[in-house]
T-cell receptor, first 110, second 114 residues
């Protein structure tokens, strides 16, 4: 069974702080995605990383795919209250085959 | 991108009854997916629905409990049958599109069974 473990599970930080969320698996994925979900809404894609070692930046968010394509990290610089939400990584294991991570609930306090 | 309309957005139901959730997409898609999400938790795939054929269910989910219809390329329904409080959850439909194989989600149906 393919599993994606995220850590931490919960995170509450002050505005302006930095944080890193980790997504780990023992399985190799063809690509990995990060989603953010706000209450009452479905998850929304933030980024897709495809190549081992790839780093992508989206404003204050930096995403990295592990060299072996088994893990990923999301780093947020100078967090803002608008970053609050549930962050989900998703391993793409094949056509129409997503494995979602266990989730990280982030709360950024003003 | 795909826009997905899901309804109802929430419902409170009596145990033993059934609820049908509708999912409408603004474009034709081959596959539609149904997920269950406990509040604040991750997503668990229930089944994959392909138009014109029977849905494919994941381990732990059966057609008698979660019958799915897929009458055309833009619409699907998921029924939660003979509900119990353990079925209280958020149910999401999803489609996949784009070069990044992005998954698009409806806003979810929050179901509470009392």
């Amino acid at each position: 069974t393919q599993l994606l473990e995220q850590s931490p599970q919960f995170l509450s930080i002050q505005e302006g702080e930095n944080l890193t969320v980790y997504c780990n698996s023992s399985s190799v994925f063809s690509s990995l995605q990060w989603y953010r979900q706000e209450p009452g809404e479905g998850p929304v894609l933030l980024v897709t990383v495809v190549t081992g070692g790839e780093v992508k930046k989206l404003k204050r968010l930096t995403f990295q795919f592990g060299d072996a394509r088994k893990d990923s990290s999301l780093h947020i610089t100078a967090a803002q209250p608008g970053d609050t939400g549930l962050y989900l990584c998703a391993g793409v294991a094949g056509t129409y085959k997503y494995i979602f991570g266990t989730g990280t609930r982030l709360k950024v306090l003003a | 991108s795909a826009v997905i309309s899901q309804k109802p957005s929430r419902d409170i139901c009596q145990r033993g009854t059934s609820l049908t959730i509708q999912c409408q997409v603004d474009s034709q898609v081959t596959m539609m997916f149904w997920y269950r999400q406990q509040p604040g938790q991750s997503l668990t795939l229930i089944a994959t629905a392909n138009q014109g054929s029977e849905a494919t269910y994941e381990s732990g989910f059966v057609i008698d409990k979660f019958p799915i219809s897929r009458p055309n390329l833009t619409f699907s329904t998921l029924t939660v049958s003979n509900m119990s409080p353990e079925d209280s959850s958020i149910y999401l439909c999803s489609v996949e599109q784009g070069a990044d194989t992005e998954a698009f989600f409806g806003q979810g149906t929050r179901l509470t069974v009392v």
